[in-house]
């Protein structure tokens, strides 16, 4: 059974920084697309970042982009999120996703496993 573990949120003023991380496990994951997503309070579940785990192929929102880093470790089998200037609107929680041949990155349905989410607030 695929796990995976989410730890690095908290809180963090605006133009800070924070390292999320994502420990997978249970599974060969040579073939799953990796992602963080989030979700504010009153808002639907957004895509945030996302990497394939073998050729390392990343793609972003716009929202993100310039700001955050998705990057993998074969070795830890962990994902990761780097989130530098951290601005007001990027508090949500966020969560790490893992799926099989993803055929749309962007999109939550072709993930099959999901994480528990951790939490990051920025504050002015």
């Known amino acids: 059974q695929v796990q995976l573990v989410e730890s690095g949120g908290g809180l963090v003023q605006a133009g800070g920084s924070l390292r999320l991380s994502c420990a997978a496990s249970?599974?060969?994951?040579?073939?799953?697309?990796m992602a963080w997503f989030r979700q504010a309070p009153g808002k639907e579940r957004e895509f945030v970042a996302a990497?394939?785990?073998?050729?390392?192929?990343?793609d972003y929102a716009d929202s993100v982009k310039g700001r955050f880093t998705i990057s993998r470790s074969n070795a830890k089998n962990t994902v990761y999120l780097q989130q530098n200037s951290l601005k007001i609107e990027d508090t949500a929680a966020y969560y790490c996703?893992?799926?099989?041949?993803?055929?749309?990155?962007?999109?939550?349905?072709?993930?099959?496993?999901w994480g528990q989410g951790t939490q990051v607030t920025v504050s002015s």
């Open positions: 996703a893992a799926g099989p041949w993803v055929t749309v990155p962007r999109g939550t349905t072709g993930y099959k496993y």
């Open positions: 990497i394939s785990w073998s050729e390392g192929t990343t």
């Open positions: 249970g599974d060969n994951f040579i073939t799953y697309t």
